[in-house]
């Protein structure tokens, strides 16, 4: 295995972190200026090969893609020793949650095709993530910070005895996913939540063994007070254990396994769209990365539509891909050369307030973990959906009820958030986007907890 197949650099200003850094996970050069720092991780299409094994980890089975795989053959640990470190962890994580990372079921849905009209060709295929670790796929992004964070110490860039805390700022599945794998990784996690965070979330996270600190709003004090808070922390030198790019641009690859198995569950036959739903954006940017790849490495016959769905309460990431569409000559629909939206896309990065703000109101939704008010990975989700020739969809509630209705329907026991996909989907066909021969997938990202029931809160930041 060649040391080089991945590197990471800025995608914003071009930065590198130095060799042989414990934590290459944010842009040096972050918060001086208006750029969009966010650090991505970059394989070597041309070096690689996709993995053709069938081990049931996906983390086991794509490691040869992953960064640190390549950090730790680099410094001389085996594959064996690699694999190990893995299984060590995955004993852990099921000991703390019950159940260990697998890849997770991808399948034709006979009732969805049907009930959205869909020829024998054609279809809507599931991916569901409802009985991932924790009961959603946020795990997985934090799965690959973990061994990341192994790694770097048994290849000595950072001694056991010198390790950061984690922190995050969540009240939602991406809490819940970092103190299961905080847990399972032996480390202590600080996760920043409102004051009126859930109180069975909170609890969960304190049996976890979490340090959850309730952040009320200062007096005058614009912005999210959570995420204020865990600024400061990082500042004072935690380690984001988040789900978003824009703090760890690492936390995006972990998410790429999603990508990965469906590339190898399709078995070299296509997907003509993907709908995925929109919070932080990590999910999509993960979906975008991991099916450009697959496709560059011959995994799939080409790179779906990449089309995201965000609810009428907020959406960041439609008004930022508006106005960097209006940047490009032709300004219209359909997919775009790749070096004409890198363009557009870098032009916007310089000024990114100009693309991405928070969003002006308070945001409502059934879809409870898409409410927030930037899009923080809108970057590479935007250059995702213009290559592909995808679109920002909008979704009333009404939309996402009727996709939940549907859902269940497929017994697979989706919340809101995890079936807002399918309401994208809905709307696809509606509008004749979606031919009924063509084939659609959708990620069922989170299961139904107790509390779905009750009445819709404030966004949930994921
Ligand atoms: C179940 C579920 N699906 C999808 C998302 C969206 O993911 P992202 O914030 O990465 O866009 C979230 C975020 O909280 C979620 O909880």
Avoid at 40 to 66: C, H, K, N, Q, W
Avoid at 159 to 165: F, I, K, L, Q, Y
Avoid at 171 to 183: D, P, Q, T, Y
């Amino acid at each position: 295995m060649k040391a080089a197949l991945s590197s990471i650099r800025c995608a914003g200003c071009g930065w590198v972190p130095p060799a042989r850094q414990a934590y290459p996970f944010r842009c040096a050069r972050a918060d001086h200026d208006d750029v969009d720092h966010v650090l991505v991780r970059i394989l070597d299409t041309a070096a690689a090969r996709f993995p053709g094994g069938l081990e049931p980890d996906p983390f086991v089975r794509y490691r040869s893609l992953m960064h640190a795989y390549h950090m730790a053959m680099d410094a001389g640990l085996g594959d064996d020793e690699y694999q190990q470190l893995i299984g060590a962890l995955e004993r852990s994580v099921a000991a703390v949650d019950g159940r260990g990372f697998g890849v997770t079921p991808l399948s034709r849905s006979a009732v969805l095709s049907d009930r959205l009209g869909f020829s024998p060709a054609g279809g809507v295929w599931v991916k569901d993530e409802t009985a991932n670790v924790s009961g959603s796929h946020k795990g997985r992004h934090l799965m690959g910070l973990l061994i990341h964070l192994e790694v770097a110490e048994r290849i000595g860039l950072i001694s056991a005895g010198d390790r950061s805390d984690l922190a995050i700022a969540s009240c939602g599945n991406a809490a819940l996913a970092a103190a299961v794998l905080a847990r399972a990784g032996g480390r202590r996690l600080r996760v920043f939540v409102p004051v009126d965070a859930e109180a069975g979330v909170v609890a969960r996270l304190r049996q976890l063994g979490s340090d959850v600190v309730p952040c009320p709003r200062e007096p005058g004090a614009a912005g999210d007070p959570a995420y204020l808070r865990l600024r400061e922390e990082l500042a004072a030198g935690a380690v984001p254990f988040t789900c978003q790019g824009s703090e760890n641009g690492l936390a995006i690859e972990g998410g790429q396994t999603i990508a990965y198995e469906i590339a190898s569950q399709l078995a070299g036959t296509g997907l003509d769209h993907i709908v995925v739903q929109v919070g932080g954006g990590a999910l999509a940017s993960a979906c975008a990365a991991g099916l450009r790849e697959a496709a560059e490495l011959g995994a799939i016959p080409g790179e779906p539509r990449l089309h995201t769905v965000q609810t009428t309460g907020a959406h960041p990431l439609e008004r930022a891909c508006r106005r960097v569409r209006a940047l490009l000559p032709a300004g219209g629909a359909g997919p775009v050369r790749r070096a004409d939206a890198e363009r557009a896309l870098a032009s916007a990065a310089r000024h990114r307030s100009a693309y991405m703000w928070p969003w002006e109101s308070e945001p409502k939704s059934i879809a409870t973990g898409i409410l927030d008010d930037e899009t923080y990975d809108w970057r590479a989700v935007v250059g995702g959906m213009l290559t592909t020739g995808g679109q920002p969809l909008v979704v009333s509630e009404d939309r996402l009820a009727e996709a939940n209705g549907l859902a269940a329907m497929t017994g697979i026991p989706a919340d809101p958030t995890g079936s807002a996909g399918l309401a994208g989907l809905l709307d696809l066909r509606e509008a004749g986007v979606v031919a009924a021969d063509e084939r659609a997938a959708v990620l069922f990202t989170g299961v139904r907890r107790g509390s779905d029931t009750a009445p819709p809160g404030p966004a949930d930041r994921g």
